[in-house]
């Protein structure tokens, strides 16, 4: 079956360590993206990518990296610098922009202790 | 920027009512989703239109493009419909979705 992958589900790290969310998809799509999820608030664009090797900051991005080697993988890293990491995390992606269906990911919560 | 206002936050309501959600956005769009969140975090499409409306079993979404207002509706609800219900707007970029703050909805039976 086609879809996103999120792991883990659930991840625990000691402040001032970089941690790596994991997203794949194996729907060929161009575009992917990753955001972020705090109780009471909408979620917010981190990063997002549209092709291999590119990838662009959203509204939130201070704080995290990412990458785009290989089509069907868009890994997120949360910094040390990121002052607020414990939350949500959640991995979309669309056959190219979002006037397409979009699919998502099972999330990862992440919390920082 | 965007900015999607979700009304009710919150809806309690007993099985097999007939519910409605609605969602406002400020600046013109060219696509708006209807999300469903379950407990666990996952989420799942349930539509994307432009225009007009769309029926996917129980579920009726609305779009007036003129008003920037978008209603879902949910007939002869279940407690299975219990979830947070998301409205999310795209401009037309690339730039991804901009997102209301949902609506928990809770179906007792």
């Known amino acids: 079956d086609g879809g996103i992958t999120q792991s883990p589900k659930y991840l625990f790290r000691k402040e001032g360590q970089n941690v790596t969310l994991s997203c794949e998809q194996n729907l060929n799509h161009d575009a992917m993206y990753w955001y972020r999820q705090d109780p009471g608030q909408g979620l917010r664009l981190i990063y997002y990518s549209q092709i291999v090797n590119d990838f662009q900051k959203g509204d939130i991005a201070e704080g995290y990296s990412v990458s785009r080697e290989k089509k069907e993988s868009f890994p997120l890293t949360v910094t040390s610098a990121q002052k607020n990491p414990t939350a949500f995390y959640l991995c979309?992606?669309?056959?190219?922009?979002?006037?397409?269906?979009?699919?998502f990911g099972q999330g990862t919560r992440l919390t920082v202790v | 920027k965007n900015e999607v206002e979700q009304s009710p936050q919150n809806l309690t309501a007993q099985e097999g009512e007939f519910i409605t959600i609605n969602c406002s956005y400020s600046?013109?769009?060219?696509?708006l989703h209807w999300l469903q969140q379950h407990p666990g975090g996952g989420i799942v499409s349930l539509f994307m239109l432009s225009s007009g409306k769309k029926k996917h079993g129980r579920l009726i979404a609305t779009i007036n493009i003129q008003e920037k207002h978008s209603s879902l509706h949910i007939t002869a609800s279940h407690p299975r419909d219990s979830a947070v219900y998301i409205c999310?707007?795209?401009?037309?970029?690339?730039?991804?979705?901009?997102f209301g703050k949902g609506t928990h909805l809770i179906i007792q039976p």
């Open positions: 600046v013109g769009i060219s696509a």
């Open positions: 979309a992606s669309s056959p190219s922009d979002l006037n397409t269906e979009a699919f």
């Open positions: 999310a707007v795209s401009g037309g970029g690339a730039d991804g979705l901009t």
